[in-house]
Nanobody
Framework: QVQLVESGGGLVQPGGSLRLSCAAS????????MGWYRQAPGKQRELVAL???????NYADSAKGRFTISRDNAKNTVYLQMNSLKPEDTAVYYC????????WGQGTQVTVSS
C-alpha cells in the first residue's frame, strides 16, 4: 500500500520559515519524481516545486528564490524548505510521487498570518 505522509505545516508570521516533509512508503522512492503542490481556498491546485529522480529541480515563479525542494532517497523523504513566507503562500500543501501512476499525500495546512 502506497502512503505519502506530509508534515511540518502550521501557522507562521509573514517573513518566517517552514520546512515541510513528505515520507513515502510502498514505492521505490528513488525512481519517482516528487513534487510539492498547493491549493488555496477557491483556487485550483498548483505546482510549487518538482524534483526528478536525478535531482533536477523546477520551481513555480512564485517559489523561485524562496523555496527549496530536496530529497533524501535513504529516508524515502522529500522536503520543501520555505523561507520569506507571504500571506499568499497560505494553502494546503500536498506532495506527489509521479511515475506511470501518480500518488498523493493527504496534505498539510500552511497558514501565513500575523
Amino acid at each position: 500500500q502506497v502512503q505519502l505522509v506530509e508534515s511540518g505545516g502550521g501557522l507562521v508570521q509573514p517573513g518566517g520559515s517552514l520546512r515541510l516533509s513528505c515520507a513515502a512508503s510502498g514505492i521505490i522512492f528513488r525512481i519517482y519524481a516528487m513534487g510539492w503542490y498547493r491549493q488555496a481556498p477557491g483556487k485550483q491546485r498548483e505546482l510549487v516545486a518538482l524534483i526528478t529522480c536525478g535531482g533536477r529541480t523546477n520551481y513555480a515563479d512564485s517559489a523561485k528564490g524562496r523555496f527549496t525542494i530536496s530529497r533524501d532517497n535513504a529516508k524515502n523523504t522529500v522536503y520543501l524548505q520555505m523561507n520569506s513566507l507571504k500571506p499568499e503562500d497560505t494553502a494546503v500543501y500536498y506532495c506527489k510521487a509521479a511515475l506511470a501512476t501518480d500518488y498523493w499525500g493527504q496534505g498539510t495546512q500552511v497558514t501565513v498570518s500575523s
